[in-house]
């Protein structure tokens, strides 16, 4: 894995839900019990945090943001190279907006955000989002599902958050909307697709070659294997 410097006071901020039964992959539940949308958070969550630790990206800092009151931190093993914090607001915009004008007054300039969801987020895209920083004051990376699975800034422009609604197939085009209408200058990454619905689940195993061994102590392949058990358990009907 090459190395890669970035200028000082860049960040990375990983959002997650904590891990609570009945609280995460709630658009699930429709297949999966509560308790295997709880198995599935958790590993996309321990998946992401391994390789976020593990990127080679010297000079970047880098935190995860839980939902949890102060105090209150999930059960968890966190990398000893990942900052916890916790996320203050009503909803996904202003948690966002606090956290974007916090580490942007402890002098971070180019700020990224990504969730948990999207597990073939790569080194490279979080790489080409920095440099992107460069000339942009926003890089967003667009979803399948009409979200995005990254956005990023150089400048503390959270009115890109305003009158966004979360959760839905319109927030990436609302989001390049708000950019449009404050006149920013913005770059669109790559489209990747998130593990939102079970529809999601079988599109990610088809990636995968049947004939590739499994690796247990990998957190992708420890998701694979989860995310198999699952499939195997429930008809490929149940999804559409």
């Known amino acids: ?27 699930m539940e429709s297949v999966l019990s509560q308790h295997q949308c709880f198995l599935l958070h958790e590993a996309l969550l321990r998946h992401t945090l391994s390789k976020v630790a593990g990127w080679a990206l010297e000079g ?3 935190f995860v943001f839980f939902t949890f009151p102060l105090g209150q931190p999930p059960q968890l093993e966190i990398p000893k190279n ?8 009503l909803d996904l915009g202003e948690r966002m907006t606090h956290a974007l004008q916090e580490k942007w007054g402890k002098g971070f300039r180019k700020i990224l955000f990504i969730g948990t969801d ?29 979200g995005y699975y990254l956005i990023g800034f150089s400048a503390p422009e959270s009115g890109v958050f305003s009158g966004i609604e979360w959760g839905t197939a319109r927030v990436y085009q609302q989001t390049v909307n708000q950019m449009r209408r404050h006149s920013l200058r913005w770059h669109a990454l790559r489209e990747n697709f998130d593990l939102d619905t079970y529809g999601d689940l ?18 992708l392949d420890s998701l694979f ?13 149940n999804c559409l």
């Open 1 to 27: 894995m090459s190395t890669n410097r970035f200028q000082p006071r860049v960040c990375l901020l990983v959002f997650a839900r904590t891990p609570r039964i009945g609280m995460v992959k709630t658009r």
């Open 60 to 62: 970047m800092e880098r």
């Open 82 to 89: 990942i900052s916890v914090d916790t996320q203050l607001g």
């Open 118 to 146: 999207s597990p073939l987020l790569e080194q490279t895209d979080v790489e080409t989002a920095v440099r992107a920083l460069d000339d942009h004051k926003v890089v967003i990376g667009p979803a399948t599902d009409g």
């Open 202 to 219: 079988l599109k990610f195993l088809r990636l995968r070659s049947p004939s590739q061994p499994m690796n247990p102590a990998s957190s």
């Open 225 to 237: 294997i989860l995310i198999e058990g699952f499939v195997r358990q429930y008809p490929k009907e």
